[in-house]
């Protein structure tokens, strides 16, 4: 079976301090896997995706994640948070199967940016 | 660039009434799906299609009917609306299996 699983749900961080979203994954195959961020009332968006190459990823923002298999673990990070950052984060993993893609969704993490 | 459109936005039913959410692509993408979203549990698979005239279920789908008559179109219909369906509904579209799955607006529903 495979499963995500996003291991805080809120994360607060003061403008200008490293942003860490952690997310462990469990695939029985070798898998897909993405962060996507939503604004408030807003749709989903891709930040980065991990499919199998470079397993330090860059994605949009400043944000990036490191694939981990030997810990399955595809953890976020920023190096200097935005306010501008301050919204709901989920990882999402993707197995390949050769069949459908299903895109199993965490519960997610909403980032607070202080000032 | 359309992308995933979602009709409509917002609804309000009462429960026993039925509705139909349209997703259009414009992307020609093979796949489609539709989640339904609600606090604290990211989005759950309802419905999915992994090409024109094909359905196939998701983690929740009773309650909940779709069709894809036409490659663009995926509709998610209900028959008889109750209020555990209220919930923020997103349509995405993924060109194939294994792939980044492009999403709608969503479209927030309340069943009173």
């Known amino acids: 079976a495979q499963s995500v699983t996003q291991l805080d749900s809120h994360v607060s961080v003061s403008e200008g301090t490293p942003v860490l979203l952690r997310c462990n994954y469990s695939s029985s195959y070798s898998p897909s896997l993405f962060w996507y961020v939503q604004h408030p009332n807003k749709g989903l968006q891709l930040l980065l995706k991990?499919?199998?190459?470079?397993?330090l990823v860059k994605g949009i923002n400043g944000f990036e994640a490191e694939f981990k298999k030997s810990e399955t673990s595809f953890h976020l990070t920023k190096p200097s948070a935005h306010m501008s950052d301050a919204a709901e984060y989920f990882c999402v993993v993707s197995p390949f199967s050769g069949g459908y893609n299903k895109l199993i969704f965490g519960a997610g993490t909403r980032l607070a940016v202080h000032p | 660039n359309a992308g995933v459109t979602q009709t409509p936005k917002f609804r309000v039913l009462k429960t026993g009434q039925s509705m139909t959410l349209l997703c259009a692509q414009d992307?020609?993408?093979?796949?489609m799906y539709w989640y339904r979203q609600d606090p604290g549990m990211g989005l759950r698979l309802i419905h999915y299609s992994v090409g024109e005239g094909t359905t196939a279920k998701g983690e929740v789908p009773d309650g909940y009917n779709v069709s894809r008559l036409k490659k663009q179109n995926f509709l998610l219909g209900l028959e008889s609306a109750a209020p555990s369906q209220t919930s923020v509904y997103f349509c995405a579209s993924a060109p194939q299996g294994d792939t980044e799955a492009f999403f709608g607006q969503g479209t927030r529903l309340t069943v009173v």
């Open positions: 992307m020609n993408h093979e796949y």
């Open positions: 991990y499919t199998s190459a470079a397993t």
